[in-house]
Structure formats: structure tokens, C-alpha cells
């Protein structure tokens, strides 16, 4: 961290607010070197905690750079580690909840552009929303209570961008986690003031988890690493590879008209994504049973019980 980085971040915690200048000349010193440090990173929160009034532009520069350092720390990049969300899960768990929207927009943007997110990290961010729709304390209610119990459009887009990830082990799928959890936030926010978005996340999430196809299993860090240093080799060796590629009769296409995914060459495999589709689209005798648990548990048929069933319904009887 260079000395004018901690110059000014000790200076506007001192003042408890920082000028778009501040802001800026923190940019040209955070980056300098084309990386933030660990010990920058560490600064940045330190700056954030004692802040009275979080402006656009550091809300903007608070996610930017945090979200560089934790993916430009995976190996390989855009790999959250296990390691990676715990030290971020200490520092936005200070006092047992998310306390700023600065620090909820930085968990959204790493849903949207990692390529890998430990479940822990994923289950934590989908728990703070969870928490406060149903105690109506945090920051996407101004740091008050107002109205407990209800879901706004602030906490359903965050929702829909937590739960609906390619980040997690199910790569835009919703687990059966997370289905239980839109049924919690729904019995609880019942007949509440509810932000219009509410129903449809609702009813696309929970049949997602049921009827999704959601068998796309996401690289893992080691396969990655594999991929890169093959693509980033430009020795020779690599060169008559390529070499040879262009010349090949590689035979085959991606997809013939039924959708049937086929390999290339004579020892080509297929594999027919239709069929495991419509597979996955039937709901099974154990997912019939577990709905039927969380219809049930709130003692009535409610009206977004309803729309989830005749959702449903249609998709059925369109297969």
C-alpha cells in the first residue's frame, strides 16, 4: 500500500467522509501497480465502516475494487476460494448482518461475473436478504425498521441475482435450499405490502428447482487451470496442434435437428440433451412429496401456492 493510498484513507476516516477527489486520487493509487493489495483491501473496509454518508461514486469505487481483489486473488482467476469467503464473510459479518448496501452491491457483482462461489459464501448472502425481509432491519430499509415482513423490489432483484447465479455448484439452478427459502420468505411476507416482482421470482424459482434442467456441472478450479495453461501455451508444440486441427476432417456437427448433441469424429459420443430436458421437467414422487410439505406448512392454500401449482400445470401439459 503506498504511503499517499494510506494517507488518504486514514484521513477521511478521521473525517468520516470523502470527496469525489479522495475518491478519485484513491482509484490512480489503488490501482497503480494494476492490483489492489490485501492490505488496501483491508483499508477499504476500515474506510467504509466509519463513513456517515456513502455517496454514489464510493459505493461505486467500494465494489470495484473489492470485487477486482477477490477475483483477481482466485486460482485461477474468478475463483472465489473457500479461504477467499471466509475472509469476507469476517468482514461483512462484523456485527452478525450485512451493514451497508455498498457491501450488498459487492456481493451481487461477484454473483454476477465469478466463475466459481463456495456454497458458504452463496448460503450467507442469501441468509442476510432472508434476515431482513422478515425482521425489515438492514440496509435496503435505510437502517430502520419499516414494515417488517415484506419483500421489496431492492431485495428482489438481489434475490434473483443470489439465487439465479452461474456462480454456485448448480450454475443457474436453484438447489432445493434455496426453494425452501423462497417458501419461508413467502409465508412470512403474506398479505404484506410486497414489491411487484415478488410473485414471478417466486413461482420462476421454486419451479426452477422442480422442473429446471439443471444438470450442467460448472469447471472446477483445477480443471480451469488445465484449460488456461493449454490455451495460453505458445510454444511450438502448441502451434502443430492447432496445425493439425485446421487440417482434420473432424466430421459431425454440434446438433443435428432433434437437438441430439454429437461428438466429433468416428469415436464421437452423443449425448441427447432433449430427452434429459424432458426428463427433468417431469416432477418425481419425492419432489411431489416435498412441495406438498411446503404448501402445507403454513396450514393453507395460499394465493402464491396457487400460482406456483397452475405454473406448473401449464408446463405440464405443454411437454
Known amino acids: 500500500m503506498t504511503y499517499q493510498f494510506r494517507a488518504l484513507a486514514e484521513q477521511a476516516e478521521a473525517d468520516g467522509r470523502i470527496t469525489a477527489e479522495e475518491i478519485l486520487s484513491l482509484r490512480r493509487e489503488g490501482w497503480a501497480d494494476g492490483r489492489i493489495e490485501p492490505a488496501e483491501a483491508e483499508a477499504i473496509f476500515v474506510l467504509n465502516d466509519h463513513l456517515a454518508e456513502r455517496t454514489d461514486e ?72 432472508e434476515q431482513i425481509v422478515l425482521t425489515g432491519t438492514g440496509p435496503t430499509r435505510d437502517g430502520g425498521t419499516v414494515e417488517a415482513a415484506r419483500i421489496t423490489t431492492a431485495e428482489c432483484r438481489l434475490l434473483g441475482r443470489f439465487v439465479f447465479s452461474f456462480a454456485g455448484d448448480t450454475a443457474a439452478g436453484v438447489s432445493q435450499a434455496e426453494a425452501e427459502m423462497l417458501f419461508r420468505v413467502k409465508d412470512a411476507t403474506l398479505g404484506a ?71 466429433f469424429g468416428r469415436k464421437g459420443m452423443s449425448r441427447d440433451l432433449a430427452a434429459e430436458v424432458a426428463e427433468d421437467a417431469r416432477i418425481t414422487e419425492e419432489e411431489e412429496a416435498w412441495l406438498q410439505g411446503q404448501v402445507e406448512a403454513n396450514h393453507e392454500l395460499d394465493v402464491l401456492d396457487k400460482a406456483l401449482l397452475r405454473f406448473l400445470a401449464a408446463e405440464e401439459r405443454r411437454r
Open 193 to 263: 405490502n410486497n414489491a411487484p416482482e415478488w410473485p414471478d421470482l417466486f413461482v420462476q424459482g421454486v419451479a426452477n428447482f422442480l422442473m429446471g434442467h439443471n444438470r450442467f456441472a460448472p469447471l472446477s478450479a483445477d480443471r480451469a487451470r488445465e484449460l488456461d495453461s493449454f490455451m495460453n501455451d505458445a510454444t511450438p508444440r502448441m502451434g502443430a496442434f492447432f496445425g493439425r486441427m485446421a487440417k482434420a476432417d473432424l466430421g459431425g456437427s454440434f446438433a443435428d435437428a432433434t437437438g441430439r448433441v454429437l461428438g
Open 58 to 129: 464510493w459505493v461505486d469505487f467500494f465494489v470495484e475494487a473489492l470485487s477486482e481483489f477477490v477475483l483477481a486473488g482466485g486460482n485461477p482467476r474468478g475463483f472465489v476460494s473457500e479461504d477467499q469467503a471466509e475472509w469476507l464473510i469476517s468482514r461483512l459479518d462484523r456485527s452478525g448482518q450485512v451493514e451497508t448496501m455498498a457491501e450488498l452491491e459487492l456481493l451481487a457483482r461477484l454473483f454476477d461475473r465469478a466463475e466459481r462461489i463456495p456454497e458458504q459464501l452463496k448460503g450467507y448472502a442469501l441468509s442476510q436478504i
